[in-house]
């Protein structure tokens, strides 16, 4: 799971430029990722957005687990050193040195990679590094005399396999690194004394092509397994960045679900169901602290009319815009404006007073005036609206229903008194 994440994040992190992401860019992620699982091809390449995307992925994976391999390996070729000094006679010191300037070497810049941008340089560096460990132990033959050097050439096997297991993740970086240790060992036999003319030596280069037939098997056995594990920390890679992008588009799909049940549609304010639910929160809140709720009811005037006169496609575009300005009033964070019914709108008010929610309805009345939306069947000649403004400090034993029941009963006197104002 750990891994998961880490995957996902280093995959995620690494999206270049950053934007906003929306529903939209995290599904087309998914079917382009879809696409890269489906279309595997034989070389083990993604398209080059997700290939560069996914070998960052797998740099930080080397940093974060081969590095100790290698240092591990670096400490084992260092640690012959105690072996040279048995087999080494005269130059001794020099292989010693050697060794401790290529694993000084390797240590430090591997190190260094993993605390700068330059990461993807990690494993072609490592990869040259084991070669130049592999080419040290043959030049290391040609400085030793007698029978001894014949343990060495043995040295060989283990760089190979340490190869194997460091480079695993990377089938063209093991091939790379096996092909110039044999390749340098088998020149360095032509070129350098790899051998003396003795008894044992004769026996030795009578040997040589089975050695070097054996670890050429030994460099198509780890090449395939590479192959074989490239190819799975591949998909695993690609499966897991696809689980966070599931979830990232669950979350999305979530908070549109959320919002499409609390909001009105054709007015984008709260809807009726999110106020119901609302209401019971802030009636228990204010009867917990004894606070005052003020309810506002609100109607548009003479609606009917308006759609019988200017089309119901104005209707909506006159709703949109008083739902709008009604709701641009409610500025508390606890105000809420909702649209209750077809021309119907409420403001839910808690901890307001009575005075001051009959001075915000007015401000309503006024405000939907000054849109001065045309409406010749209105006494005003725009449209209006008329408000009842209730208010209550809730008791035990109330319910919510009878504040509303009151705001309504207020909301059809003021239209009994002839509209466009405010009774509370
Ligand atoms: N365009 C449009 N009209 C709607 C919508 N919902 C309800 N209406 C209309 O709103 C009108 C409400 O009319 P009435 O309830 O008679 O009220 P009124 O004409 O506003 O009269 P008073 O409220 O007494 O001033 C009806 O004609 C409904 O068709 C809507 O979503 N869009």
Redesign the pocket.
Known sequence: MDNLCKGARVLKNSQRPVKERTLRSVENEINLLMQALQARTPGLRFSPRIEQDYLQHRDQHFLDVDRKIIIGGLIVYLLFSWSDFYLGGDNTLTIVAWRLVIAGLLFVITQALSRTRYTYLVVPVTAIGISLIGASVVYFISLLDGIDRYAYHLGMIPIQVFAIVSMRLSYRAFLFTSVVMLFTYIIGGHWLDLTDRSEVGEIILALQPYFIAFWTVLILLGGYLAYVMESGFRSETIKNRLLALEAERLSFLTQQLRQLSTTDG?TQIANRRYFEQLIQTEWSRCQRHQQVLSLVMI??????????TYG?????D??RRVASTIDGLCRRSADVCARY???EFVMLLPAMTHDEARALAQQACQQVAELKIVHRGSHAGVVTI?AGVASCIPQQGQHSDALLKQADELLYRA?AAG?NRVEA
């Open positions: 054709l109607d548009i005037d003479a609606f009917k009319e308006f759609n019988d119901h496609q104005s209707g909506d006159c709703l019914g077809g021309e008329s239209k509209r």
